[in-house]
């Protein structure tokens, strides 16, 4: 049994527990992955809607190049330079100031008289365009190398060349291109709530991943055909597009876009925002003071630096952002908690079943060893209980059959002492058929009306001389009238004399058995058929388990008292077949009560019983 409890111990037990114990601490850990797993799918979006925002801008500056390319068929550049402005802006509403620079350093359109706007675009741009200056900007250099340079041998070699005095080739251009002065990166206008790289690189989080260079226009244009570059003047983001024909490199004409009529077309990519996400989370395009310029959820207030995730558009629109808000921030640690207490539940649910599951496995086996160590009792307690009448039986014929004994008085003694052993020996059979009968479910009673107070009478009688022999007092109180029941007289009679038999072998020096019949009417007409003795008793706590199979309360060893633990287990049996029970109580001034209650049959024809 203790090798039992240590396998299950070993085996279930502590994997359980030490499984149980990983899974609770997992589960401090729920909130904190609910808010990885969230900042992942996030992160994406976001970045989905900056990539859709990027890929707007080089669409409208493709749109731009195509339709300067237009406006160019047919006409020779200084045809169109005076009124490119104006002719620009009426085919173009994105442009809020159309220019045309040539690469002598002179600015051909717009006129500083012509408009407010074309006043403060010729004081911020008249040094930068004509390349006498130059200034911070924000470019896409890969885009640019990569770009069309198909106009390298053109007339911007030759502008290059008086410029810098030299022949140049396309790769020195390239070159000093990319050896632009790149200014330190600034810190960024957010701090993203959830960090979608690994702790060490989350400080690099914390500063722009775009840095502005110093450069002049035409070394930004290099050897391409279009472009674009972003600005800050005045504190102001300026993004401008700019376009030259591969015939006439030397006239470029460009665009500055209007930032709200950009804004209107950028509230496209948060449109694409799916519509399961709409009811979650709000995506706000922020400018470069983190201002909310563009929201998925017009109306959303909150504070706009502390987004869940953000992302940097990138160099076309420079310190902008796309920044994603969780409409309900306390949803999360809701379903963080929520899933924690499923979880725990569950945990606990299953560390409990694992518990009572051993508990059940234990119990079940511990009755099983209880029977199997029952059953072998059994098998000696029984075939001492044939032996020890056996015995006898071979001894005191054995005296007779060889004339050894020729006093009367004696031979009718062993005669008498055969006979109750061979009933007794009887008796045993009996029970061990009968219970082999009543286990295998193939035990008939013969039900007739039968009066128990005949019976019982009939029964002590018999029983009576074998009593007094053996120095006992037997007071058998009986009714005068008959009490009749539906029952088997000789199974009945098999539980009255179990119950004598019992009352002898328990009891010790007060050799005293009374016999009770009665009729009760509560709750229901039944008789009562109590057999006292005055014996050992049963034992506190096993007052139930002496109608179990094979139980014996007094040991064989201990008691000397012979014994196969299936009296009394017949006998419940066949009185619950018969609708009645079979009790015990401790009887006042020591010795047991034994009582069998039959329901009483009214109806039962006397004659028959
Ligand atoms: P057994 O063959 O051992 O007597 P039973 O089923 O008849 O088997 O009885 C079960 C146990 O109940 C006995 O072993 C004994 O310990 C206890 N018992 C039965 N009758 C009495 C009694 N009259 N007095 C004390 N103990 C009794």
Redesign the pocket.
């Known amino acids: 049994m203790k090798k039992l409890a240590l396998v299950l111990l070993l085996a279930v037990v502590a994997p359980s527990l030490a499984l149980a114990w990983l899974a609770v601490r997992s589960l401090r850990d729920q909130e904190y992955l609910l808010q990885r797993q969230q900042s992942f799918l996030y992160q994406g979006v976001v970045d989905a809607v900056a990539t859709e925002s990027e890929t707007l801008l080089n669409s409208y500056e493709r749109e731009f190049a195509g339709l300067v390319g237009l406006m160019l068929v047919g006409h020779n550049p200084q045809e169109i330079t005076p009124s490119f402005d104006d002719q620009l802006r009426q085919r173009w509403p994105l442009a809020q100031v159309g220019f045309a620079v040539n690469l002598t350093g002179a600015i051909l359109c717009p006129s500083p008289l012509a408009r407010p706007e074309t006043k403060v675009f010729c004081a911020n741009y008249d040094q930068f365009l004509s390349c006498r200056q130059s200034a911070e900007v924000y470019w896409n250099s890969t885009a640019n190398v990569g770009g069309n340079n198909d106009l390298a041998d053109n007339g911007n070699q030759k502008w290059l060349q008086n410029r810098y005095g030299t022949q140049v080739q396309s790769s020195e251009i390239d070159n000093s291109l990319k050896s632009f002065k790149s200014k330190p990166p600034a810190t960024r206008n957010v701090s993203p709530q959830q960090q979608s790289l690994p702790a060490s690189k989350e400080q690099m989080q914390s500063f722009s991943k775009i840095a502005a260079s110093e450069a002049e226009f035409c070394q930004l244009m290099g050897t391409a055909s279009d472009g674009m570059l972003a600005r800050f003047v005045d504190n102001k983001l300026n993004v401008l597009f700019w376009y030259r024909r591969p015939e006439n490199p030397q006239y470029v004409f460009g665009a500055q876009l209007s930032i709200p009529r950009l804004v209107e077309k950028l509230k496209l990519a948060l449109e694409k925002l799916a519509p399961s996400l709409r009811d979650e989370v709000c995506v706000a395009l922020l400018d470069d003071s983190a201002r909310p310029v563009a929201l998925s959820h017009p109306g959303f207030r909150t504070a706009w630096k502390r987004p869940f995730v953000a992302t940097e558009i990138g160099e076309t629109l420079p310190h902008w952002e796309v920044a994603l808000y969780l409409l309900d921030p306390a949803k999360l640690t809701r379903s963080a908690r929520t899933l924690k207490f499923t979880l725990g539940a569950v945990i606990a649910l299953l560390v409990l079943a694992i518990g009572i599951g051993s508990w059940l496995i234990v119990a079940d086996l511990n009755r099983q060893l209880t029977l199997a160590r029952q059953k072998t009792d059994f098998v000696s307690?029984v075939s001492h209980e044939l032996k020890t009448p056996l015995t006898s039986i071979r001894m005191f014929s054995e005296l007779l059959a060889e004339g050894r004994v020729n006093d009367p008085v004696k031979q009718r003694s062993y005669l008498s002492i055969i006979t109750a052993e061979t009933a007794r020996l009887s008796r045993l059979i009996n029970n061990v058929l009968d219970f082999a009968r009543i286990e295998r479910g193939e035990k008939k009673y013969h039900f007739q009306t039968c009066d128990l107070n005949n019976l019982l009478r009939d029964t002590a009688e018999t029983y009576r001389p074998h009593l007094e022999a053996n120095g006992f007092q037997f007071d058998c109180e009986l009714p005068e009238s008959p009490l009749l029941v539906n029952g088997d007289r000789d199974a009945l009679a098999q539980v009255i004399v179990?119950?004598f038999?019992?009352?002898e072998?328990?009891?010790d020096s007060r050799k005293e058995i009374s016999v009770h019949l009665e009729q009760q009417t509560n709750p229901l007409p039944h008789v009562e058929l109590k057999?006292l003795?005055r014996?050992?008793?049963?034992p506190g706590g096993?007052e139930e388990k002496?109608?179990e199979q094979f139980?014996?309360?007094?040991d064989s060893l201990s008691s000397g008292?012979?014994?196969?633990?299936?009296?009394?287990?017949l006998?419940r049996q066949i009185a619950r077949a018969h609708g009645g029970e079979v009790v015990?109580e401790p009887r006042e001034g020591g010795?047991?009560c034994?009582t069998l209650r039959l329901p009483l049959c009214p109806a039962c024809d006397k004659k028959s019983a």
């Open positions: 307690n179990n119950l038999s019992n009352a072998k328990y009891s057999v003795d014996g050992l008793g049963v096993s002496i109608f139980y014996r309360a007094h008292i012979q014994g196969s633990g299936l009296g009394l287990t006998a015990y010795g047991s034994f």
